[in-house]
């Protein structure tokens, strides 16, 4: 007899039903790893839950992250409450999250909570209590362990950008019993060398891990110290109140030592451009000085009295010379003129006739004979040629 042939959806229905109706599968708290985790565009959160024996799928749908207190990412340990089902379309089993917090918060993140809202509400977290960072940190002090990647990161990056930079190290214990007095006591023992600035801070780690961070003798200590906190604890994602606290949160020790520590190189770059262009203003503002000293010498020159003299007596001798040019030319044209006059005068002079054999003939009385009609034979008359007179009497008369 042939055996009875499944779907594939009916297995996986099938197992989704048996899944639904598991008791301990329907309300589980699981805790691991975070690893391969995803943000959705759609709000949906995926991700895998590990430890040193498997890995279990999870989703944790938009609706249920909204009450996430912190952003989900890989490395961190966490307790993931929700469900176990099957996904049917792969036929995977997955957990669906519904509500998340990180592993060992319990109590302690509560003690965070209420320590972080009694020191607000004292105002130590005011911004007008923050100190600004200085340009340029010459003495760096540093809390943290002496052992570590945090302190040679520290180290390695301030001397990177600053070769010639003092760091004193304070060497605390940041974690485990006594951890938050060690740190104290640093903030306070560098605060009295007269530093410029102090990093205190650690490498990541679990709530447990960083708990000295969260204490209020390292809150109080860093809120009196006279020198700029700044704060670099954890990774990114970690926050204490040391962070709230601090003048200035880095979000990891290596990013302290660059917030905290100018880079030299880029400085003196800096420098060398401002005072390229610093002289290449003095230089182009010289040259227009020296244009303007040149105008105005040209105008004082062309405005000095001496200067207006000499011009002045210039237009006046061009005037005296064009003055004598026009008498000249007046006195050649009157000459001229009176040369043409003479020359009429001559033409028509009675002495200039009697030159040319003509003469000039009175009677007795002196008046001028030009007529026969004016005498009778035997009057006197006297004829005058160029030379002289000659006296004569009149003997005949005849009409031509």
């Known amino acids: 007899m042939r055996q009875k042939v499944y779907s594939v959806g009916q297995i996986n229905s099938y197992i989704k039903m048996m899944f639904t109706q598991d008791f301990v599968l329907n309300r589980v708290s699981i805790s691991g790893e975070v690893s391969n985790c995803k943000y ?113 990161d520290i180290i390695n990056i301030s001397r990177r950008r600053s070769p010639g930079i003092q ?22 023992a560098l605060d009295s060398l007269g530093l410029d600035a102090i990093i205190v801070g650690r490498g990541g780690g679990s709530i447990e891990d960083l708990w000295a961070f969260n204490e209020e003798i390292v809150a109080r ?13 954890g990774h990114e994602t970690d926050t204490t109140i040391a962070d709230f606290v601090a003048d200035l949160r880095a979000p990891t020790p290596s990013a302290a030592a660059e917030l905290a520590v100018p880079d030299t190189v880029a400085v003196s770059e800096q420098l060398l451009a401002r005072k390229s262009e610093m002289e290449r203003l003095m230089r182009s503002r ?5 244009m303007r000293l040149e105008q105005e010498q040209t105008r004082l020159k062309y405005a000095s009295p001496v200067q207006r003299a000499r011009e002045q007596r210039q237009r006046l001798a061009d005037l005296e010379e064009n003055l004598e040019r026009a008498m000249n030319q007046i006195l050649e044209a009157r000459k001229h003129s009176l040369a043409l006059y003479a020359q009429k005068l001559k033409n028509v002079s009675p002495l200039e006739k009697l030159t040319q054999g003509y003469a000039c003939v009175t009677d007795d009385a002196g008046g001028r004979v030009y007529s026969i ?23 005949k008369m005849e009409q031509i």
Request: charged fraction near 20%.
């Open 286 to 290: 010289i040259a227009e000085y020296r």
């Open 373 to 395: 009609g004016q005498v009778a034979a035997g009057d006197a008359i006297r004829v005058y040629v160029s030379d002289g007179y000659m006296e004569a009497e009149v003997q």
């Open 167 to 188: 760091i004193i190290l304070y060497p605390a214990k940041v974690q485990g019993e006594g951890a938050a007095e060690s740190v104290a006591d640093g903030i306070r």
């Open 40 to 152: 959705h565009t759609s709000g949906h959160i995926y991700f895998s839950l590990k430890d040193e024996t498997g890995t279990i799928a999870c989703v944790m749908f938009a609706s249920a992250r909204k009450g996430l207190a912190f952003r989900l990412s890989d490395g961190m340990q966490v307790i993931a409450d929700g469900s176990v089902s099957v996904y049917e379309r792969d036929g995977k089993y997955q957990l669906y999250v519904s509500r998340m917090q990180k592993d060992g918060a319990g109590l302690l993140y509560e003690r965070f909570l209420a320590l972080k809202q009694e020191l607000e509400d004292m105002g130590m977290f005011s911004p007008e209590y923050k100190q600004p960072i200085p340009a340029f940190v010459r003495k760096l002090g540093v809390v943290t362990a002496p052992t570590g990647a945090a302190v040679q």
């Open 221 to 233: 200590a860093i809120f009196e110290c006279q020198t700029p906190v700044i704060s670099a604890v």
